[in-house]
Every structure is written in C-alpha cells, then in structure tokens.
C-alpha cells in the first residue's frame, strides 16, 4: 500500500526553496555573480557530486540478496531512463526554441532523487527503498552523463560526447568506485589478515566522514546556483510560462502515471511499482541547472524548470501516488 508523509515532503520541498530564496538574494546583490556560479558548477559536478555517488553505495550494507536487489533496481532504472527519453523527446519536439527545448527535456527524464527522493522513498518502503534508491542513482548517473550530455550537445560543436567520455566521466567513475567498494566491503574482511582489517577499520570512519561532508555540499550549493539564476529572471518570466507548466505536466503527471500503467499490465509486483512511481514523480534535478550555466544553455529557463517543477510537485505528488495505488489495486 503506498503511503505518503506528507509533512515531510512539505518539509523537504520547503527547504529546498529556502535555499533557493538565499540564493536569489545572492544573486540580487550580486554576491553570486555568473562567474561565481560557474565556478560552483564545476565544484558540485567535478567533486561534490562524484563525492555523493560513492558515499551513496559505500554506506550499504553487502550480501548477496542486496546485491541482487541492487542489480535489479539498477536494470529498472536504465530501463526507466530509456522509456522517459523517448516520451521526453517526441513531447518537447514542437518547441521551436533549441535551447528550450533541450532543457525541456533533460527535465522531463531526469529528477531530483537524492534530496527529495530519498526521504520519501524512506517513508514509504523504509530502509529498503534508501538502499534501491542509491542504485537507481547508478542509472542516473550513466544515463545522465550519456544520453543527457548528447541532449545538451545538439547543435553545439563545444560539447562534444566521444567514445571515452561515454565510459570515463563525472558519473560513470564514481558509480565504478562505489561499487566496487561495496562489494569489496563485504568480501575483504573474509580473506585480509585481522591485522590489516583492523587497520583498515581504524581508518575507514576518518575517510568515510570525509567523504559525506564533501557529498554533503551539493543540495544546498546547487539550490543555492538555482536561486542566484532566478535572479536574473523577471516575476513574469518566472510564473507565467506556458512551457515550463506544459513541462510540469509531463514530468510530474503524465509519465508516472504512464509508468505505473505499463508496469501493471506487464505484471510487476507492487512493490517495484510503487518505487518507480516515486522515483519518477520526483521534480527536475538541480543538475539541469549546473549544466546549463556551465555550457551557456539558458541557465535562467533552467532555473525556472528547477524551481517551478519542485514547487508544483507539492500539489502533484500526494495526487500521483494515490491514482497510482487505485491502479495497483485494479
């Protein structure tokens, strides 16, 4: 049966646009100028987010079950990306602007998992839906940083997706890392000498902690950049967007529904279900907003996407997953 908390959601959302006010303060007084965002881009892309990605898998448990469980998840999440970019491409095809269009549908197949996912996924599946969301993070990453990336690269010849930036990325890297950690985490204290494994253990809390305070900073600078983007923007430029509402009803409406249909006919259990609905229902990922300021794609339509997508899903969310549970019960 899916349950939603929804003062923490309402909490969470809230937080988010918190920082993302601080932000748009900053941006006013100029504090957080274009080439201040720039910069806090780079460290969020290049550092902060690999940082979370292994951080994310390190802190599981190993066995075998959650192996499988985690390989599953992963199969889903490619699986899922792979059907929102077609939905994403073929729904923001009539947009005449390039720009807009790309974002539109960058936004469309990729959500804001991590900050506003995981709590809700905790309050619905418990301790189970963290640990399948940290793998669905895996498929985020690589499509992100694949299929994502070629979005962005249409028409521009600066961004270019090769052979070697398809394997050996800000994503794909860390996803290796992180798993490789937490299968080794489990299998190495088996075959090490006590010696090194409690030398390793000494060690482990020191670089783990070090590892989450650096994860640690990309939700509030990412709301941060968003909120400084919004700043440049008009209050009508902000509100009043056919395209970015159109966007809304895409991403927060029409695809988990979409999903949720598709996964009953073909007979999924209720419980694989259920994670996607919320896993997908979720608003646009920041990183939409760190992209477009990085390579110059309209960073402040994509602030809009951000912001308007994340406060609008207060209202969809709680109406999503109750229309999905009478789908469900069918």
């Given at each position: 049966m899916i349950s939603l908390n929804f003062p923490s959601l309402l909490t969470t959302i809230a937080t988010l646009f918190f920082l993302m006010a601080v932000g748009f303060v900053a941006g006013k007084l100029g504090i957080i100028n274009g080439t201040a965002s720039k910069n806090l881009s780079r460290l969020i892309i290049a550092i902060a987010q690999p940082a979370l990605i292994i951080d994310s898998l390190v802190k599981m448990e190993y066995s075998p079950?959650?192996?499988?469980?985690?390989?599953?998840?992963?199969?889903?999440?490619l699986a899922i990306h792979g059907f929102l970019a077609v939905i994403a491409f073929f729904a923001f095809t009539p947009f005449r602007n390039l720009d807009e269009r790309k974002?539109?549908?960058?936004?469309?197949?990729?959500g804001n998992v991590g900050f506003v996912g995981f709590p809700i996924l905790s309050s619905i599946l418990g301790d189970r839906g963290l640990f399948m969301g940290a793998f669905f993070i895996i498929s985020f990453h690589l499509t992100l940083w694949t299929w994502g990336i070629a979005i962005l690269a249409r028409k521009r010849d600066d961004i270019k997706l090769t052979p070697k930036k398809i394997f050996l990325n800000y994503g794909t890297v860390p996803c290796l890392i992180g798993f490789v950690l937490f299968v080794l985490g489990g299998l190495l204290p088996s075959v090490l000498p006590t010696g090194v494994t409690n030398v390793l253990s000494a060690a482990a809390p020191s670089v783990l902690s070090?590892?989450?305070?650096?994860?640690?900073?990309?939700?509030?600078?990412?709301?941060?950049?968003?909120g400084a983007l919004l700043a440049s923007r008009s209050l009508s430029q902000i509100l009043g967007s056919g395209k970015i509402y159109y966007l809304c009803a895409v991403?927060?409406?029409?695809?988990?529904?979409?999903?949720?249909?598709?996964?009953?006919?073909?007979?999924?259990?209720?419980?694989?279900?259920?994670?996607?609905?919320?896993?997908?229902?979720?608003?646009?990922?920041?990183?939409?907003t760190m992209l477009?300021?990085?390579h110059d794609i309209s960073p402040g339509y994509a602030a809009?996407?951000?912001?308007?997508?994340s406060l609008i899903s207060i209202a969809t969310m709680p109406c999503v997953i109750w229309l999905a549970q009478k789908i469900i019960e069918l």
């Open positions: 079950e959650n192996l499988r469980l985690g390989l599953l998840t992963l199969l889903l999440g974002l539109s549908e960058f936004s469309a197949v990729f070090t590892l989450s305070y650096v994860a640690s900073l990309c939700t509030p600078i990412s709301m941060l950049i968003t991403k927060l409406v029409l695809t988990p529904l979409l999903v949720c249909a598709l996964m009953k006919l073909i007979g999924f259990d209720p419980m694989w279900i259920q994670f996607a609905v919320v896993i997908i229902a979720m608003p646009s990922a920041s990183t939409v477009a300021e990085l809009q996407a951000v912001g308007t997508t």
